[in-house]
């Protein structure tokens, strides 16, 4: 194992799609890295990333044979989103240290255990959220919180608005092809047929294997906001209330493709908009696209990818800021607490990654425990100087703008829902229903353990 600046780092790539083809370039480039291995339950795959960056890596598609490999010492998981914790937490038992992609799990318990073996066993674990190594966050944090340019902040919202389409609806179950293991595929998932047009990517768009927009770019942004406007110091909201529905397109899809939120911090009130649907300007959305907005007493700060503005009480620009997207930066910050051994040194070490992935966890959450929206019930919300009750008034005009109704039964909304943030667990009233969605049942050989 690395335990020098000058040490190589032996590499392996678990995952070798979209984001897996991104990351082994990007991994390979570093100084004194080398990618050795690959591992996809579909080989061809894993070929075009050799081709492409890992001209002398081997291939695998069976990942327990991939982790017998001991001359890899670290390993980056780019997998279904249901494969994250059980693959991490396999990693680290073969003494492999570990670069997770977002989000950290597939749910909080999940998170638990990952951290717990990380603990357990010395090993590195940095989550896949790279904005968190974009120097731009350090001065925007200057700048709200040591400066107080602003003032205090009052509310915050986040957003994630970027349009997709329909995955289709077959009328008889997607035929797997022989190339691929699909027993490593399917792995802690349920085995069920599958109704979609295709079998990769879109797996996001199912409760089985996926977390939906929320877990896939909320991740990013709800991650953003626990980084510039909490410092990290809110773990998880007090309360929480969400809703939304999966409409127009009629596709094989269960995830929202609208998603509300309102999350009770205890001291500044938050709220996030989702959609994946097209956008009327009479919605009226602020902010960026996919970013957050800080509203303050002197102005407000938006921000987003590679970029923030601030504005005075007026609306007048009068501060910019310009980052990257923090790649590079983040997965070489990875190596090098790979060599020092100092897992302190991460910026987006797995305790953090665990806590902003909770956020777009008990969203789903809340999603999947509630019933058909009413506005009395959306009125649960007080305190919070009306930020989630313009919320639901943007949303019902976006949703007036594809004719659809807020309040029918394509839209649900969830009770208000109490979190223990110490124990990561719903209270109170409503708390068994929603509680049922912090764990799931495992096929066997592929269980999550308890550590």
């Known amino acids: 194992m690395a335990g020098s600046a000058n040490d190589e780092i032996n590499l392996g790539i678990i995952g070798c799609g979209w984001r897996g083809g991104q990351l082994a ?21 894993a070929e075009g990333v050799r081709n492409g960056s890992a001209k002398s890596a081997e291939i695998h598609t069976d990942l327990r044979k991939f982790l017998d490999h001991d001359g890899v010492d670290a390993v980056v998981i780019a997998t279904c989103n249901h494969w994250h914790a059980l693959a991490a937490i396999w990693a680290m038992q073969a003494g492999k240290d ?13 998170g638990q255990q990952v951290i717990a073996a990380a603990r357990k066993h010395n090993r590195i674990c940095q989550v896949g959220t790279q904005q968190r190594s974009d120097p731009m966050q350090a001065e925007i944090k200057t700048f709200l919180h040591k400066e107080k340019a602003l003032g205090s902040i009052l509310s915050a919202r986040v957003n994630r608005y970027g349009r997709r389409g329909s995955i289709g609806k077959r009328s008889t179950p997607l035929p797997i092809g022989q190339e691929i293991n699909y027993d490593m595929w399917l792995g802690p998932a349920e085995k069920q047929p599958i109704y979609r047009d295709k079998l990769h990517y879109d797996w996001h768009w199912d409760w089985n294997t996926g977390s939906g927009e929320m ?9 953003d906001l626990r980084n510039n406007v909490f410092q990290d110091q809110v773990t998880l909201p007090k309360r929480i209330i969400g809703g939304g529905g999966r409409v127009q397109w009629n596709d094989a899809g269960d995830t929202p493709n609208v998603h509300f939120v309102y999350y009770d911090t205890g001291s500044i009130p938050v709220v996030m908009g989702l959609s994946n649907l097209t956008e009327h300007r009479d919605a009226n959305r602020p902010g960026p696209g ?21 504005f005075d009480k007026d609306g007048k620009e009068i501060k910019t800021f310009k980052g990257t997207s923090g790649e590079g930066t983040h997965q070489q910050n990875f190596i090098d607490a790979v060599r020092s051994r ?23 959450v809340a999603f999947r425990a509630g019933d058909t929206f009413t506005h009395e019930a959306a009125k649960q919300v ?3 100087d009306g930020v989630f009750s313009g919320l639901i008034e943007e949303m019902e ?13 394509q839209i649900r909304l969830s009770p208000m829902l109490t979190v223990d943030a110490e124990k990561e667990t719903f209270v109170g009233e409503h708390s068994d229903r929603a509680n049922s ?11 999550v353990p308890s550590i």
């Open 98 to 110: 570990v670069y997770v992609e977002k989000p950290l799990a597939y749910n909080q318990w999940e």
């Open 382 to 384: 007080e305190g919070d």
């Open 25 to 45: 370039p990007i991994f390979n480039k570093l100084s004194g890295v080398n990618v050795v291995s690959l591992c996809d339950p579909e080989a061809r795959r």
């Open 397 to 409: 005009k976006h949703l007036k703008g594809h004719h659809i109704d807020i309040a029918s039964d």
């Open 215 to 223: 877990g896939n770019w909320g991740a990013h942004v709800l991650d």
């Open 437 to 447: 969605f912090l764990r799931r049942q495992y096929r066997q050989g592929f269980e």
């Open 290 to 310: 996919s970013g957050y907005i800080a509203y303050c007493e002197g102005g407000r700060l938006e921000g987003q990818r590679g970029s923030a503005r601030a």
């Open 342 to 364: 100092d897992a302190s040194s991460l910026n987006a070490e797995v305790q953090l990654g665990h806590d902003s992935t909770g956020w777009c966890n008990l969203a789903n």
